[in-house]
């Protein structure tokens, strides 16, 4: 983009809990893993694609969907607690690569396509930023959550005294999908981080592509939009 060079960076690890398996589980006909990797390579803007997994199963079912992986994951950046950034870090050192920008791209977000990559990474670029990130509209305003004090009773997680009930009225807020982050290589090494108030800017996606796998209730209703697409 410009005269910079972007790597997207792709990271899936073997052992999660709430659906094991899920990022080799087949979805659409393919590994989900294999949709991220599409979407790379349909991007105008990604140089590299280069895939972070201590799963050699996950590994070859992205080497299968055409993304470069050189290397396996140590152990002690695939655990449950371990810093993603960490990883991105690894994977960069170790191929060596020296792109000017970022671009993480969870296998978890398969309904991701092309244009969202390249919408947040130009977004970038073009306002001159450290770093980018992808948004939708949440499902449930926070605006209408609460808690539930010892006594049982309900208390708002955000006062609205001054605020309409109806949902017209409720400021409109965005939550962070998943799917596509961005950042200047340097900063990121720098900040350890994609998320800075004040700096990271968000780019809209809608929300029938913002579906972030975790359980098996998200992979269903992923397959329901995928087909809903391809129909």
Known sequence: IGNRS?????????????LPGKNVRP?????????????ARESALIDRILVSTDDPEIAQAARDAGADVPFLRPAELATDTANLVDAIIHA?????????????LQATSPL????DIDGCLRLCHERDAQAAATVCEPDKSPYWMFHLDDDGTCRLVIPRDEIGTARQDLPRVWAPNGAVYVARADWLRRERT??????TLGYVMPRERSVDIDTLLDFRMAEILMQ???G
């Open 6 to 18: 972007a790597t997207a960076v792709i990271c899936a690890r073997g052992g999660s809990k709430g």
């Open 228 to 230: 809903d697409a391809a």
């Open 194 to 199: 994609f998320w800075r108030q004040g700096v």
């Open 92 to 104: 960069l050192d170790v191929s060596a690569d020296r792109s000017d920008y970022v671009v993480l």
């Open 27 to 39: 979805l659409g006909g393919r590994p989900m893993i294999a949709w991220s990797v599409k979407a």
């Open 112 to 115: 991701r396509i092309a244009a």
